[in-house]
């Protein structure tokens, strides 16, 4: 589970670098780049979606356990 999560994590930041890279990339049509920077995006929100689905499932099943703070402190 811990490497599903980081490799989520990894295509998440990747998405956001492609992103970053049309966004600053010069010289090219404006619709070309909007559209390459939406593609990117996008990608990164479907990504964050399956990771949060993944992330809810695993605990469903048993997976993983949430910890934190005790009741009454």
């Known amino acids: 589970m811990t ?3 980081a490799l989520a994590f990894l295509a998440i930041l990747a998405s956001l670098g492609a992103a970053l890279f049309f966004m600053l990339r010069g010289g090219q ?3 070309n780049k909007s559209r390459g920077m ?3 995006l996008a990608l990164r929100v479907g990504f964050s979606i399956v990771l949060f689905v993944c992330i809810l499932l695993a605990w ?3 997976y993983i356990h949430p910890t934190g703070i005790p009741q009454g402190s």
């Open 3 to 5: 490497l599903l999560v």
């Open 29 to 31: 049509a404006h619709s």
């Open 60 to 62: 469903k099943l048993g």
């Open 38 to 40: 939406a593609r990117a």
